[in-house]
């Protein structure tokens, strides 16, 4: 009778592990996401010569004006006033102090 004791007490640990398994997945769970309201800058550009330019926010080199293209990306800034230039072959052809704040999309024609 020994060897039943034995197979008894091995099912009562293994249905133990199983049933605590089980109840781990019923735990609760919890999602959380942060939401970028930073302002967004993008460019409509009107003149396919304009595609060269480079794009200067606050005299920092923010990369081509073709990578913040209206309606398919934008350039995420701080909140607040920005001085904004379009340099095409080292000559400025856009320059603008804007200010915007936060949530706010802001689109700049390009000419």
């Given at each position: 009778m020994p060897k039943l004791s034995g197979v008894k007490?091995?099912?009562a640990s293994a249905f133990a592990g199983?049933?605590?398994c089980v109840g781990c997945s019923?735990?609760?769970t919890e999602k959380q996401s942060a939401v970028d309201m930073r302002p967004q800058i993008s460019f409509k550009i009107?003149?396919?010569s304009t595609m060269g330019?480079?794009?200067f926010v606050d005299?920092?080199?923010m990369g081509p004006i073709q990578d913040y293209q209206e309606n398919q990306?934008?350039?995420k800034v701080l909140p607040g006033k920005h001085i904004v230039s379009i340099v095409l072959h080292d000559r400025v052809v856009y320059e603008e102090s804007i200010y915007?704040?936060?949530g706010m999309s802001r689109a700049i024609i390009v000419q």
């Open positions: 007490s091995l099912m199983l049933a605590l019923q735990i609760p009107v003149n396919e330019a480079r794009v005299n920092l080199d990306a934008a350039l915007v704040g936060h």
